[in-house]
Nanobody, 131 residues
Framework: QDQLVESGGDSVQTGGSLRLSCAASGNAARAYYMAWFRQTPGQEREGVAGIYTPGGARYYAASVKGRFTITHNKVDGTLVLQMNNLTPDDSAMYYC????????????????????????WGQGTQVTVAS
């Protein structure tokens, strides 16, 4: 069964850190393209970080670059988002996503942040950062 299950969300103070994990199963565990998104009520889902798992190329939203790190375990397909120096603006529901279909090589770097690029989603994990 193709599935993504996030964990690690919590409430922290400004400046704190959290580590989100996404356990992948089925085809999701072999996905070439994986990403983290976040969403607050009334807002569209925002791409936070993406990774091309075979080669390790990583992509970040400007708002998190230098603070967040996305990594992927090739053995079991687990996706991790290390978040440091958190601010209240980082408060959101965080989702793990995977794309398991073929795509034109070289296009991911320009489209990783689009939610429409992914066909498998997790249920989300809540991150709350208090000021």
């Amino acid at each position: 069964q193709d599935q993504l299950v996030e964990s690690g969300g919590d409430s922290v103070q400004t400046g704190g850190s959290l580590r989100l994990s996404c356990a992948a199963s089925g085809n999701a565990a072999r996905a070439y393209y994986m990403a983290w998104f976040r969403q607050t009520p009334g807002q569209e889902r925002e791409g936070v970080a993406g990774i091309y798992t075979p080669g390790g190329a990583r992509y970040y939203a400007a708002s998190v670059k230098g603070r967040f790190t996305i990594t992927h375990n090739k053995v079991d397909g687990t996706l991790v988002l290390q978040m440091n120096n958190l601010t209240p603006d980082d408060s959101a529901m965080y989702y793990c996503a995977a794309y398991t279909r073929s795509r034109t090589p070289g296009t991911y770097r320009n489209e990783w942040y689009r939610s429409s690029q992914y066909n498998i989603w997790g249920q989300g994990t809540q991150v709350t950062v208090a000021s």
